[in-house]
RNA sequence: GGGGAAGUGGCGGAAUUGGCAGACGCGCAUGACUUAGGAUCAUGUCUCUUUUGAGGUGAGGGUUCGAGUCCCUCCUUCCUCACCA
């Protein structure tokens, strides 16, 4: 009996030894290509989850085949540690951020090295020293003096419970992304980051390879439209009102206007006799939180202002209101009403008896469309009417100028000076500063209203330590008189840096975490930029990942890769677009969720028909055992297809048709209910504390080993689309290393090699490597590992028949392990070294494909009749088309088929790349 | 409501450009070994059918010699933005 492997030994030797001898070091090279992976860096919240590991081996994995494949290959780790947790843990617990943050840094380090992953620990950066957020105030001073930095005065989201302000890509609904806590719109003056001025580049992707859906999303998020502003003004006064609109050709059918309740014009406008319903619906509307307003299918509230404007296309006289379903924060948070186009200007007219005129008269209709008629706005095609000198033109459905009643309004527009066209944006400057204490300095000080940057010697303005830490919800740095007051005139800016700015440019710190003089080293930069595999969550689509891309293109405008470029070029390589977007390739993972749950057990009646019940009563039971005397049918849900249930009781499969009239009855859900709601089996949801659901990786790792939990979270899943644990599935991968570790402790056969099963095997190897090869390049780790399954099991087939020798054996096993390092990198490590090669696996070059030895010689013609597979015949598998379609003709399966007809017709399908080559006979 | 992704065995999931659907693994079944097995090993495992054969990738239609893959209609689920003017 051969020893057990032993993973806990194991892994700890090697990862000791990795440390020792600096294996996964990475220096610059000019004379290697060079690869820079990189996986997002975690927030110290205090354990490894189980989504880093997901996240982070399969990344690390890639990165080990690029290094095997002779790329110079850069893998470094580092943490997002400014946050508003620590300071949480501060008022709740007591206990000082940079104490909070570090203890958790200092566990987390131990579990990333558990891992196994090749970080190189020498160019870890942490974000809240003071040697990192120098930078990142140096960067916020570089962007002030750019003009790219700005203070100034907006209705901004604050979080009441969180005391501080939020960008709006971190308020999801009206809440607060992190803690789910309501947010206010509140006047405030603000530090900003003008990441509008690149609106129309962030929208430019060309050359990078980032998932669709990635940059849809922030397509959508900068939300580019195209349309006018035309300034309508009042009728008392000239009180210019300018509107945004997408629909200039609707002009002629503004029978209202309506501004935002917040608009400053508002107070101005408003008339004597109106004036007390106008406070009274703005302070209603005030005492709302975001949540409140947002909320789906709200009446259309408004009150009139008593102040009318004038149209000025037609110098039509209409009135002014004010309503919460215009929005301060888009376009110039007023508009103009056409309530026959418009379905909120509709439902807003109808419910408060205000004219609808039709100016767009529908493609489809023959009679003239009436306001009388309309239930509905219509917002098709059609021919404008009522519009003076416009009428007849015809409008699309296309946006913008594509659309040819568009185009000759704005033309028009432009040419009577009563408007512009206008680009408007969705997308708004990131609100930067925070009114927290555990953020990165502004380097900013006020002498009155006179801003003073603070000076690049006296960088980094150090956040002090000692602070208390009240829970009056303020920041402590607010009443922390050495930190603000500079001298008896000048007082220190309080507010911290949003930390989503200091991961903005992490990957540059990552070159040169130690460099005291500039943020990264040239040379550094010139080599190692830009990223060229980025790896991570989703989740990030339009904060982290549009906001890297806005940095990065400000570094490169305002000069700070320069230096790196004059590098490149010394060093003969073309600097040209290598600073436009941080990261070249783009991949998600998906997510981890929690395991199976247990679903409804029901209790059916009904008629039986052919085996299966057709249901007019379906009852949710509380236990999981029938009634005495039910007579129908009782099981657990395990499966559904739209209203068919696949009852499982005690293991034997029943179907449940479920009537559209059925009567279902579920307990503590009252009235109708809905064949939807009953629950199968396999819901799953994603892991939280709350849930009792949550894995941990340290117990994993106790249990299986490190090496048996990285290849089951990329076997066991599709990478980029996440799925349900199952621990049971550890097996499978579990199984396949202890296999291997057989395999590799039996020792070389003493038989002597067989030429033709030696060949066979080989084959196998390099079929196996191309697979590999594939799967890495793809993200698509699971086949990556399947196939080397597949082939542990065809060595291991081929090592009971005999056959091979001990050379081709020692062959076989160099090569197998070299396809296992990045998978499993401390198992590989100990079988190299057993089968006494030398350290370290990791060092050694990849096993190289040769598609000559993976050639099939003899291969099955797949005879098809009608498309479907009919037979086969052992065929070369360099077959020619003549011979492949008499050889198939004649096979036994198509001559039953054609019974003495000659084929309608003969199609050969050549097998590709050592497939199966087919032909398809139409009878 | 807008936008996006996806629906394949009991389960996780495979299936280059349309070319043998269900690789690999879990589970399950049978057998072997064992004092024992939640260990290990072997064999089998889409469905129906006696062989033969027929059917099968959410539903329905279409294109094609051939469709999980392409097109149209619909259903379901997930993600995302959301009174966006």
């Known amino acids: 009996m051969s020893e ?87 008022i709740s617990r007591n206990i000082h951020p940079w104490k909070w943050t570090y203890s958790n840094i200092e ?46 005065s907006a209705l901004v989201n604050w979080s009441e419970t969180l005391q ?21 719109h509140k006047m405030m003056e603000q530090w900003f980051f003008a990441i509008t001025k690149y609106a129309d580049e962030l929208l430019d ?33 000239d009180h210019p009102i300018e509107i945004y609109t997408t629909r200039p050709d609707t002009l002629w059918g503004a029978t209202f206007m309506v501004l935002a309740p917040e608009h400053d014009l508002v107070d101005v406008i408003t008339s004597a006799a109106q004036r007390a319903a106008v406070d009274h619906y703005i302070d209603e509307i005030a005492a709302e939180t975001e949540i409140e307003r947002m909320m789906e299918h709200r009446e259309k509230t408004g009150v009139f202002t008593g102040a009318y404007a004038i149209n000025p296309v037609n110098d039509e006289r209409i009135p002014i209101w004010i309503a919460d379903y215009v929005m301060i924060t888009y376009g110039t948070g007023a508009i103009m009403a056409v309530p026959a186009h418009d379905q909120r200007d509709f439902e807003f007219a109808r419910a408060h008896d205000l004219s609808i005129r039709v100016v767009i008269q529908p493609a489809e209709m023959a009679e003239p469309l009436t306001d009388a008629a309309m239930t509905e706005a219509y917002d098709g095609p059609g021919t404008m009417v009522n519009s003076d000198a416009m009428d007849g033109s015809q409008s699309s459905k296309d946006k913008g100028r594509a659309n040819a009643a568009i185009g000759r ?80 005139t000048v007082r220190r800016e309080t507010d911290t840096l949003d930390t989503f700015m200091c991961s903005s440019w992490y990957q540059l710190r990552y070159l040169s975490p130690q460099c005291a003089t500039a943020p990264f080293d040239a040379e550094e930069a010139a080599y190692w930029l830009p990223v060229d595999v980025y790896t991570g969550g989703a989740e990030h689509a339009v904060m982290h990942l549009l906001y890297t891309r806005f940095f990065t293109k400000v570094l490169r405008d305002i000069g700070v890769f320069d230096e790196a470029a004059a590098v490149m070029r010394q060093k003969g390589r073309d600097p040209q677009g290598a600073f436009d977007e941080p990261m070249s390739l783009l991949r998600n993972q998906g997510q981890v969720l929690g395991g199976e749950r247990q679903g409804d057990f029901v209790l059916c009646s009904g008629r039986e028909v052919g085996g299966k019940l057709l249901a007019n009563r379906v009852e949710v039971a509380g236990w999981n055992e029938a009634p005495a005397g039910f007579e129908g049918r009782f099981g657990e849900i395990a499966h559904r297809t739209e209203n068919v249930l696949h009852l499982d009781m005690a293991g034997l499969t029943q179907f449940v048709e479920v009537l559209p009239d059925a009567e279902i009855v579920i307990p503590g859900i009252p009235g109708r209910n809905n064949v939807n709601q009953l629950r199968h089996h396999l819901e799953i949801q994603r892991m939280s504390k709350s849930k009792g659901n949550v894995v941990n990786p340290d117990e994993l790792v106790e249990k299986y080993g490190a090496d048996v939990v990285r290849c089951y979270l990329m076997f066991n899943f599709d990478w980029q689309k ?18 291997l570790w057989e395999i590799a402790l039996a020792g070389a056969p003493d038989s002597a090699g067989d030429a033709k099963r030696e060949r066979d095997i080989e084959r196998k190897l390099h079929q196996t490597i191309a697979v590999v090869n594939r799967g890495l390049e793809e ?14 099991n065809s060595f291991k087939a081929a090592l009971r028949a005999g056959g091979i020798g001990a050379e081709m054996w020692r062959e076989v096993m160099s090569q197998a392990l070299r396809l296992l390092a990045p998978f499993a990198p401390h198992f590989a490590e100990e079988l190299w070294q057993r089968l006494g090669r030398e350290y370290s696996v990791h060092l050694q070059s990849w096993p190289q494909y040769d598609a000559e030895k993976a050639r099939e010689e003899q291969v099955e013609l797949v005879v098809l009749i009608n498309g479907k597979p009919r037979g086969s015949v052992e065929v070369a598998v360099d077959i020619e088309r003549e011979r492949a379609l008499e050889l198939a003709v004649a096979s036994e399966a198509a001559q039953r088929s054609l019974a003495g007809k000659a084929p309608r017709r003969t199609i050969f399908i050549p097998g590709r790349n050592g497939t199966d080559p087919k032909v398809n006979i139409v009878v």
């Open 4 to 90: 057990k492997y032993q993973p806990h030994e194991v892994e700890v030797k090697w990862q000791r030894k990795w440390d020792e001898t600096r294996i996964y070091r990475s220096q610059v090279d000019w004379d290697k290509p060079k690869h820079y992976a990189l996986t997002m860096l975690p927030y110290p919240s205090g354990d490894l989850h189980i989504g880093h590991w997901f996240a982070m081996s399969p990344s690390d994995a890639r990165a080990r085949w690029m290094r095997m494949r002779g790329y110079n290959v850069l893998f470094p780790m580092g943490f997002d540690a400014f946050g508003l947790p620590a300071e949480q843990a501060a």
């Open 779 to 792: 993200f698509s780790f699971n086949t990556a590992i399947a196939e080397q399954m597949k082939f542990k």
């Open 164 to 184: 501080t302000v939020l960008a709006n890509e971190q308020v999801i609904d009206g809440k607060d992304e992190r803690t789910g806590q309501p947010v206010v």
């Open 107 to 152: 566990r987390m380090r131990q579990q990333l090295r558990s891992m196994g992953a090749m970080f190189d620990w020498e160019r870890e950066a942490i974000s809240c020293t003071p040697e990192y957020y120098k930078w990142s105030e140096w960067f916020f001073k570089k962007f002030y003096e750019h003009g790219f930095a700005y203070r100034g």
């Open 722 to 739: 996440g799925g349900p644990w199952n621990e049971n599935n550890i097996k499978g991968p579990q199984g396949w290393l202890h296999e």
């Open 205 to 237: 992707f060309a050359g990078l390879d980032w998932p669709q859906a990635i940059k849809i999303m922030q397509t959508n998020w900068i939300g580019r439209s195209e349309g006018a502003r035309v300034a309508f003004r009042t009728e008392l006064g």
């Open 409 to 488: 309004v704005l033309d028009w527009l432009e040419a009577t000076g009563k408007g512009q066209e206008s680009v408007n944006y969705r997308l708004h400057d990131w609100l930067i500063s925070r009114q927290r204490y555990w953020g990165g300095p502004i380097p900013m000080m006020y002498d009155g209203e006179e801003i003073i940057p603070v000076p690049d010697e006296d960088l980094p303005v150090v956040l002090p330590e000692d602070v208390d830490f009240m829970p009056t919800g303020r920041s402590p740095l607010t009443y922390h008189e050495p930190f603000y007051k500079v001298d008896e």
